[in-house]
T-cell receptor, first 111, second 115 residues
Framework: DGGITQSPKYLFRKEGQNVTLSCEQN?????MYWYRQDPGQGLRLIYY???????QKGDIAEGYSVSREKKESFPLTVTSAQKNPTAFYLC??????????FGQGTRLTVV | QQQVKQSPQSLIVQKGGISIINCAYE??????FPWYQQFPGKGPALLIA?????SEKKEGRFTISFNKSAKQFSLHIMDSQPGDSATYFC??????????????FGDGTTLTVKP
């Protein structure tokens, strides 16, 4: 099936630990995105990438890092610098036609 | 400055009623207006979308009404069902823009349909 695969579904992070969220797509889309969603809140853009080996900061990039070594993959690292990382993280991709395709999300909790 | 404003923030409707969610945009370059539906613990999924060359688009119980001069569009859910209970996001983007997925999203509306 074509789509976006995020893993893991649930992730627990200890204080001071870096964790990496995986996002893979088989839609052959050039553009990929990471969003953060807090309870009852909208979608806030963390990072986005239009092409391999290039990415730009979104509205809330501090404490996060990404890489785009392959077209299919856009992993997000939540670093220890992110002081309030507990949230629902969504990866998305898009082609030239306006629809965005979202993954099923990763729920990150600090323990 | 928020480019897409969505209202209401939450909505409670009785089963069989009509749910109406409104969005207003600012950038006249936008030419693709999707609505996404998100169930708890899941990612958003495209529900219905409209382009500005038409004033209305209907798919089953879901209708988008578009007013280009007012820069507004709305989602109407007819005969609302408990299974429609979800969060709905409007969005706006420019087609052909490789950043289409970097759409400007509204803040979302949590719809609850009571049986």
């Amino acid at each position: 099936d074509g789509g976006i695969t995020q893993s893991p579904k649930y992730l627990f992070r200890k204080e001071g630990q870096n964790v990496t969220l995986s996002c893979e797509q088989n839609l052959n889309h050039d553009a990929m995105y990471w969003y953060r969603q807090d309870p009852g809140q909208g979608l806030r853009l963390i990072y986005y990438s239009q092409i391999v080996n290039d990415f730009q900061k979104g509205d809330i990039a501090e404490g996060y890092s990404v890489s785009r070594e392959k077209k299919e993959s856009f992993p997000l690292t939540v670093t220890s610098a992110q002081k309030n990382p507990t949230a629902f993280y969504l990866c998305a991709s898009s082609g030239l036609i306006g629809e965005a395709f979202f993954g099923q999300g990763t729920r990150l909790t600090v323990v | 400055q928020q480019q897409v404003k969505q209202s209401p923030q939450s909505l409670i409707v009785q089963k069989g009623g009509i749910s109406i969610i409104n969005c207003a945009y600012e950038n006249t370059a936008f030419d693709y207006f999707p609505w996404y539906q998100q169930f708890p613990g899941k990612g958003p999924a495209l529900l219905i979308a409209i382009r500005p060359d038409v004033s209305e688009k209907k798919e089953g119980r879901f209708t988008i009404s578009f007013n280009k001069s007012a820069k507004q569009f709305s989602l109407h859910i007819m005969d609302s069902q408990p299974g429609d209970s979800a969060t709905y996001f409007c969005a706006a983007s420019k087609e052909g823009d490789t950043n289409a997925g970097k759409s400007t999203f509204g803040d979302g509306t949590t719809l609850t349909v009571k049986p």
